[in-house]
Nanobody, 124 residues
Framework: QLQLVESGGDLVQPGGSLRLSCAAS????????IGWFRQAPGKEREGVSC????????NYADSVKGRFTVSRDNAKNMVYLQMNSLKLEDTAIYYC?????????????????WGRGTQVTVSS
């Protein structure tokens, strides 16, 4: 079984930056893509970004393109989400999740293992 733990969420001012981390442990070999998702109060969970653990290929939601960067460190079983130029509307709980598909996109239905999330609040 795979365990995912997110960290790095915080309160930040608009225009600021944060780096989220996703630590994977357990049966990591059965999963090929790690995605980042977020859910704001009263809204559905939405895909933010994902990365193939083998090829490094990435996908981004239009709302974060040019501001967020996803990366991986396979040796450490870590995936990161660097978030720059944060906006008020980026406020949400951010989750990382794992997919057994090698070419998954950011649809939440493709992911079978989820972390518990980390809170990101953008506020002045």
């Amino acid at each position: 079984q795979l365990q995912l733990v997110e960290s790095g969420g915080d309160l930040v001012q608009p225009g600021g930056s944060l780096r989220l981390s996703c630590a994977a442990s357990g049966s990591t070999s059965n999963y090929y893509t790690i995605g980042w998702f977020r859910q704001a109060p009263g809204k559905e969970r939405e895909g933010v970004s994902c990365i193939s653990l083998s090829s490094g290929r990435t996908n981004y939601a239009d709302s974060v393109k040019g501001r967020f960067t996803v990366s991986r460190d396979n040796a450490k079983n870590m995936v990161y989400l660097q978030m720059n130029s944060l906006k008020l509307e980026d406020t949400a709980i951010y989750y990382c999740a794992a997919s057994p598909l090698p070419y998954a996109d950011v649809r939440p239905s493709l992911y079978t293992s989820w972390g518990r999330g980390t809170q990101v609040t953008v506020s002045s």
